[in-house]
């Protein structure tokens, strides 16, 4: 293991006030237990509860605060004011990342494969969405993440109260084509993409949710994930683009489906990704010999080298 005392005292953020807090608190709390362990001098830091003035008495900062206020671009704001130095993705490319329709808008800038969707609000012509997209479609809030208030819409019938649900999050959501086939997620470390992961919820939800992503045991992931080599590479090298093209850096998640033709499509970016034991970046970074104290530690000296 290298040389920690070159971090000096590191400030792992987590918590927070977004609906991911409880994710943030279990996911920073694994992260500062890794480093400690590493011989690092990381102390717990959560912005809900404390001043975030008292940054300046630390040398860098380890960013796992999911959601608002942390994924977005506000706290990368402040430790660059602060001049800080901090893990992950920039202001700009944090910001851009929070947003799924921005994200969609500069792929598409780009020529990258990602559904086609609709923005709604509460003025919306429902039946103008939903004969334009067909069903079924996927109702996402726009600046949430974790599946936060997001429905599959199979039927008009179900529409307005999936729409008034997603609402409850979020004052823009988006509609965005249903796409039936096989779920991926490709994690990103230090301008590499990692072994392809497949996911697999349990067959009784609609989709990989919440409740799959954080309570269920049953979901399954599959590293290899049982595309072929070549349609791998292939995925690994469009998630690196669709990463960098929105101004993403140092580590993250692009999510990703095949339809049953075989396209690839690209869903949403995570910058700063669950770290939990049912995470995804832990599971890839296993793949290629890293054990979590070594990928935490990993990330962390991205705050050596300037943005």
């Not at 400690?36 to 001043?51: L, W």
């Not at 497949?198 to 290899?224: H, S």
Request: negative net charge; hydrophobic residues 40%; aromatic residues 8%.
């Amino acid at each position: 293991m290298a040389d920690v005392t070159k971090f000096g005292k590191v400030a792992v953020l987590l918590g927070g006030k977004s609906a991911e807090r409880q994710v943030s608190l279990n996911s920073g709390q694994a992260v500062l237990a890794a480093l400690q362990k590493a011989g690092v001098d990381a102390h717990a830091f959560d912005p809900q509860e404390r001043s975030i003035t008292e940054l300046t008495a630390f040398d860098r900062a380890f960013i796992v605060l999911h959601g608002r206020g942390g994924e977005d671009g506000q706290i990368q704001g402040v430790l660059e004011w602060l001049n800080i130095p901090y893990t992950g993705t920039g202001v700009q490319g944090s910001a851009i990342g929070m947003d799924k329709v921005k994200t969609k808008q500069v792929w598409q800038g780009y020529d990258l494969p990602t559904a086609p969707y609709k923005i709604l609000t509460s003025e919306s012509n429902l039946e103008e969405v939903a004969s334009s997209l067909g069903f079924p479609f996927i109702l996402k809030p726009v600046h949430e993440g974790s599946s936060i208030g997001m429905s599959k819409v199979e039927k008009m019938e179900d529409f307005a109260t999936a729409l008034q649900k997603a609402l409850e999050h979020d004052s823009v959501v988006m509609a965005e084509k249903w796409i039936t086939g096989r779920e991926f997620t490709i994690v990103m470390l230090n301008g590499k993409a990692l072994p392809v992961i497949r996911l697999e919820p349990p067959k009784d939800v609609a989709f990989y949710d919440y409740e799959a992503k954080y309570n269920r045991n049953d979901t399954t992931y599959g590293i290899p994930c049982g595309l072929s080599a070549e349609e791998e590479a292939s995925l690994q090298a469009l998630s690196l683009k669709a990463f960098q093209a929105v101004g993403a850096s140092g580590w993250g998640r692009i999510d990703a489906m095949q339809d049953e033709s075989g396209q690839f499509w690209l869903l949403e970016v995570n910058t700063v990704p669950g770290m939990t034991d049912h995470s995804l970046v832990p599971k890839a970074a296993k793949a290629v010999g890293y054990d979590f104290e070594q990928l935490c530690v990993a990330i962390l000296e991205q705050t050596l080298v300037s943005k």
